[in-house]
Every structure is written in structure tokens, then in C-alpha cells.
């Protein structure tokens, strides 16, 4: 399933989940490719 790194997925952040379980944003097309644990917050927008 593709992942929409955008303010929904912030909650994301705060929760603790084992290295190498996290997923790629595939949109917005700027943040393509990145993992969401490398993001910070402030880059999820809406």
C-alpha cells in the first residue's frame, strides 16, 4: 500500500516500533523514497 507522509501520520512518531519495520513515503513526491523514521514532523504536512 502506497503511504501518504502527511500530518495524519504524525502520531506515528511518537509510537516506538523495532528498527527496520518502518515503511517509505511514496507521496507527497518530494518526500518519495524516505523512510518515515527519518522525517521530522514538522515535514507532514496538510
Known amino acids: 500500500n502506497p503511504l501518504r507522509c ?3 501520520l504524525r502520531w ?3 509510537v ?3 528498527k527496520n519495520t518502518w515503511a ?3 507521496e507527497p513526491p518530494k518526500l518519495n523514497g524516505i523512510e518515515i523514521d527519518k522525517l ?7
Not at 40 to 46: A, M, N, S, T, V
Open 6 to 8: 502527511d500530518c495524519r
Open 12 to 14: 506515528m512518531m511518537a
Open 16 to 18: 516506538s516500533f523495532p
Open 24 to 26: 517509505r513515503c511514496e
Open 40 to 46: 521530522h514532523p514538522d515535514e507532514l504536512r496538510c
